[in-house]
């Protein structure tokens, strides 16, 4: 357990802006910073990051919290492993009791498994034995600098069946850890052995530049299986990491572009050659979820796939995903014969610059290979439908609508098609947004903002307004606990706050409530105003419940009663004898 004064330490020498960055393209907006929220699917920037209170919230699905909440949220962490990581990077030690956690252990062992991976393959690959195949293969052959093998962490699995299982077990970590993080496989005679034998490794990196996986290329001629990549496991999901991208992110956020390429060669080439704004889909198909990590540092891709065929319909299968991630897409075209690795080895840089200045536009990449001319109605009918569904996925109007007059001209039909022919698509684009959610009075929702952004009022409003005054069981049960926040802390903190809040749903009313912004010039008086409304409102309804008991108690002839609402009356003031 880590003390409260070192996770307080920690916090406070945490900025979030600084930490969300490093996983999201963030841009200014005033006080504040805006993204595309990582949570759910969006076209426009929803996602707010508000570094005076240190919290996040996203107005499109409603999720906030702090720095703590945003790693436990998009990096999968413990509440422990977000607390480590933030002290990393603010170079604080900490020191805390031993407890075990499951969860906490697996992650643990698994991320062992892979970091003794890399470092046994490392050692094969330096080893004497393997010394001629690796210069072979990789220098000559790959046209690799004894840098860059250094530098992407290369190495290599050899011909024994168990070389690994010892190497670890040597350092105390058994074969059915290896197994679970995706480096063994326990036969049906119940031993293990290893999975990767006799390939060129080439470890998986997350974010943070950790080992979490890896990609394996055979060395054995007439070998049918010429990649093998980790399976999924507790660290590695393969539809949410493209290979590189702990190297590029910062590249491709000041390029404002990024380099798809197909493999990993593909991008370790390019890299040598002095592209760096690349990533590589590292062998498997290219997935939304791709798409929507890519839209987080950049709004421009450049598919740089194989010329042939294969290579093509790579590209046409990444289109779909990365416009609904909102990114503008051109494809760069490999001379034939040629693929990214290769035009890198050949030409370099500025052969790959140019041919990046020679990148086409979706629609006349789709329709190159199209006789246009002697094309039918029903060609054109199925191209007039594809194209609208890709064009509806782009989220600025603007681009969307010169993507639809380029198509009209292309195909030498009506704009207007495209128009009629995107129904089917809003509708089906309307799934995808987040559900409203409840909407509470505005003047309880006001105050409550007001309160976060204007503590000095705190004691005032306190005095005045209780939660039971609030219709809403919610922002009753938000001013309760701002409530004993402010006694037991003496100030009003909506980072701490949400700290101790373990539903999501209420940490991102909470976060919502304090993300608005009020002008400090208006806020003390909008303050006394809200409050003068909100207890005015309350005796509005103590009147009409007191008024209607009342009525109640003299048609029914109970006097007794009768006087005693008479005395609560007159004890809020709202009694007036008729007489």
């Known amino acids: 357990m880590i003390p409260q004064e070192t996770i307080e330490q920690i916090r406070q020498a945490s900025d979030i802006v600084q930490i969300i960055g490093d996983y999201l393209r963030l841009k200014k907006r005033g006080r504040n910073f805006i993204a595309l929220c990582p949570f759910h699917t969006e076209k426009t920037p929803s996602f707010n990051v508000n570094p005076a209170k240190q919290i996040f919230h996203c107005f499109g699905c409603g999720k906030g919290g702090n720095v703590i909440s945003f790693l436990i949220e998009h990096e999968r962490m413990s509440y422990v492993d977000a607390i480590r990581h933030l002290a990393r990077k603010a170079n604080i030690v900490i020191k805390e009791e031993k407890r075990y956690d499951a969860n906490r252990e697996l992650n643990e062992r698994v991320a062992w498994a892979n970091q003794l991976a890399s470092d046994y393959f490392r050692t094969l690959i330096d080893s004497p034995k393997y010394r001629d195949i690796i210069e072979q293969y990789l220098i000559h052959k790959r046209g690799l600098s004894p840098e860059s093998i250094e530098f992407f962490g290369l190495g290599l699995a050899g011909e024994e069946w168990d070389g690994l299982i010892k190497f670890a077990a040597a350092k105390d970590l058994g074969a059915a850890d290896l197994e679970k993080a995706g480096l063994a496989i326990l036969s049906e005679k119940k031993s293990y052995f290893d999975r990767f034998r006799q390939r060129l490794m080439i470890p998986i990196l997350s974010l943070s530049g950790k080992p979490i996986a890896f990609g394996g290329r055979t060395l054995r001629k007439g070998d049918p299986v010429k990649y093998m990549n980790s399976p999924e496991t507790a660290l590695y999901s393969k539809s949410n990491v493209l290979y590189g991208l702990n190297w590029s992110r910062e590249h491709i956020r000041d390029a ?323 007489t």
């Open 256 to 578: 404002n572009q990024v380099f798809i390429v197909e493999g990993y060669f593909d991008f370790i080439s390019l890299w040598q050659a002095g592209i760096k704004n690349v990533v590589a889909s590292s062998g498997t198909a290219f997935t939304p979820q791709h798409a929507r990590i890519l839209a987080r540092f950049t709004d421009r891709a450049l598919l740089f796939f194989d010329a042939d065929s294969a290579g093509q319909n790579a590209a046409l299968r990444s289109v779909d995903a990365l416009f609904d991630a909102g990114l503008e897409v051109e494809i760069i075209q490999s001379p034939a014969g040629e693929d990214p690795d290769t035009l890198a080895r050949k030409f370099g840089k500025e052969k790959i610059l140019a041919l990046a200045e020679e990148a086409i536009g979706f629609i006349p990449y789709r329709v190159r290979n199209t006789n246009l001319a002697e094309s039918g109605i029903i060609a054109k009918e199925k191209l007039v439908k594809e194209l609208s569904g890709i064009g509806a996925r782009i989220s600025d109007p603007t681009r969307r609508h010169l993507f639809f007059a380029e198509a009209a001209s292309t195909l030498e039909v009506d704009t207007k098609l495209f128009v009629e022919s995107r129904g089917a698509q809003t509708t089906s684009d309307t799934k995808t947004k987040p559900s409203p959610r409840r909407r509470y009075r505005q003047v309880e929702f006001d105050l409550l903002s007001a309160l976060f952004s204007n503590p000095g009022s705190v004691d005032y409003v306190f005095e005045q307004i209780a939660p039971e005054d609030f219709d809403s069981r919610e922002l009753s049960r938000l001013y309760a606990a701002m409530i004993t926040q402010y006694r037991a802390a003496g100030a009003l903190d909506v980072t701490r706050l949400v700290d101790n809040i373990y539903d999501p749903d209420f940490v991102g009313l909470a976060t919502e409530i304090a993300s608005i912004e009020w002008p400090a010039e208006t806020i003390e008086n909008e303050t006394r105003g809200l409050t003068r409304l909100l207890s005015e409102d309350k005796l509005r309804r103590i009147r009409a419940r007191l008024q209607r008991e009342l009525d109640l108690a003299e048609r029914s002839g109970n006097q007794e009663r009768a006087n005693e609402i008479v005395k609560e009356m007159i004890s809020f003031g709202l009694y007036a004898d008729k």
